[in-house]
């Protein structure tokens, strides 16, 4: 058993990609920017535009895509179980749908909604592919710094930025500490003969006392021990601190710009040209 | 043969930009009744090498025979295989979720699907053997406890599967002299009484020195030695090139027959050191007092 095998969240893959040395700042809006505009994507050619370029940039992060779209596997059941209970009971939000493909009382699916949550499903796909893809290839520090520079926009307005980005950051990071404890503390438990998702819901639900309540203590036990880290360390916030490393902009962001920029417009061009359904 | 391992090899993280390799081609032969040391470097693959032992693992590539039953073979049958080999993690009393120690030590019997009277058996006489009396622990609270003695619940609550193995890893790792102590003469015990198998995998030397039968010494994720403590010690080039460094005893005899001085190298503790460097005085006031 190995669970962080299929945990890419807060993970970093160090590589020397362009994508890499782009400055934390550039990656973080133009990867708002993008999955903002994912939500405006209605058809089946957009979003095929848009993994493509995606899948692009994942090539040019060197990083490989089978492994980007690894920590998609826990997931999985549960986008196609959502998948079939929005199909099965939605009927009645496509009934004036004339395209049944099957009817049984009130289960009726349409091609339309079939239409529709096959969308939502890719959606989410490339919604999970897009941020994994900024987080492997942005190291922790690069992510607080930029996080914590493009915040500090609102401090006047009595935003924290520093200890925003720091919350950010810490959650984060301890992602993939804790999967691995959990790991560790369900061996644990399976070498006292513990059973693990099997039996029925009450039964299930049981066994995973065992397993949440040591994870519990431990993360308030690593929740202390960082913060006496931190006051022995004097953290006070980001209030007159100053950076050893500078953020600035080079050419290769405005080039990024540039090129993101370029393909929006293409992308928004390519979806009037190409109409629904397709 | 208990058990027997065969060829194993293990990678983490397989088919991602991590991929560690850290066990390649382990062969292992474990008797009934041994108490056995398993040392080595950090990372050299000790505590992967033991969760395949009681089927935490499944071996990809190698055999792992515990028993005389294939664990590849007896994927169904994994709980058994977990209540027969016991074992014990690093600080175990993380695991501990329960209330009370009574409760807690019940958790693997009660997997067992046993009947109640006999879960109240096993709990008490677990409890017995780590050193804890039933009477006075059994309804404590586990918060109320220390750390060493924590650590001793945690253990019964293995022992009380009944295995015919177990395996502790680096059982004294953050305890106190005297809750290593405690640990160290509990594992003895039950080793002598209650004629336990133990593997014993540890990063100190001088508590593995004088507990052990048998050490087996892995370094790269392969066994690179086997035998008596005396005889892996006294392979000090050899311990020193894989980072393991030796006991300090033996080193201290050694840097002393560099010196001319006429002592056994090998000495596994500070008494045995003792009685040679006296024996090497008394042969040395001997031989000036006939001269």
Redesign the interface.
Known sequence: MELSKDITLGQYVPRDSVIHRLDPRTKIVLWMVLITVLFFIHTYTGYLVFALFILWVTHLAEIPVLYALRGLKPAIPFIIVLFIIQLLFSGSLFADSPNVVFQWGFVRITTDAIRTYSLIMIRVVLLFLSVTILTLATSLVGLTDGMENLLSIGRRIGIPANELAMVMVIALRFVPTLVDELEKIMKAQMARGALIDEGNFIQRTKQKIPILIPLLMSTFRRAEDLIVAMEARCYRGGKGRTKRRQLRLTALDYRAIGITAGFLVFLMAFIRLVPPPW | MLIKVRGLEHS???????ENQVLYGVDLDIEEGEMVGLIGPTQSGKSTLI?YL?G??IPKIGEVVVDGIDVREQRSRL?KL??KV????QY?E????EETVGKDVA??PK??GLPEDEVRRRVDSALEAVGLDPEVFRDRYIFALSGGQKRRVAIA??LA?NPRVMIFDDPTAGLDPRGREEILATIKKLHSEQDLTVIFVSNSLEDIARLVDRLIVLAQGKVIMSGTPREVFSQVKKMREIGMGILQTVDVMSRLRDRGWDVATTALTVEEACDEILACFRKKASGEGRE
Not at chain 2, 12 to 18: D, L
Not at chain 2, 86 to 89: A, E, H, I, K, N
Request: hydrophobic share 45%.
């Open positions: 983490y993280m397989e088919g991602t930009p991590f969760q009681n935490l693992f709980r977990r209540q016991g074992l014990v993690f175990p993380h695991q501990l979720f958790f693997g997997n067992l609550g293995v599967l």
